[in-house]
């Protein structure tokens, strides 16, 4: 079991940036590889970024590249998502979550979901 829980998600002006964090619980966090998922009201859920349970290998959506970086730190048990060049289009509520092994966009590949943090970008 993993659990995971996102923070640093708020309102900012387009153009500003954000930092999330999303802390996991339990001894193996470092086998898991996570990805971040955004969902804005009224659509489905959406693939953000992934990266590998190593860290070495990351993966963006098109919308996102050069924007946003993911990283993680294995020994704190934590993912982080830098969202820099703030769009009103960006906002959402930003999920991360964790799956046992390779790469997905698919958010139904994913076995361990946090309660999301709301990011909102005034124009």
């Known amino acids: 079991q993993v659990q995971l829980v996102e923070s640093g998600g708020g309102l900012v002006q387009a153009g500003g940036s954000l930092r999330l964090s999303c802390a996991a619980s339990g001894r193996t966090f470092s086998s898991y590889a996570m990805g971040w998922f955004l969902q804005a009201p009224g659509k489905e859920r959406e693939f953000v970024a992934h990266?590998?349970?190593?860290?070495?290998?990351?993966y963006y959506a098109d919308s996102v590249k050069g924007r946003f970086t993911i990283s993680r730190d294995n020994a704190k048990n934590t993912v982080y998502l830098q969202m820099n060049s703030l769009k009103p289009e960006d906002t959402a509520v930003y999920y991360c979550a964790a799956k046992r092994r390779g790469y997905s966009k698919d958010a139904l590949a994913y076995d361990y979901w946090g309660q999301g943090t709301q990011v909102t970008v005034s124009s």
């Open positions: 990266i590998s349970w190593s860290g070495y290998t990351t």
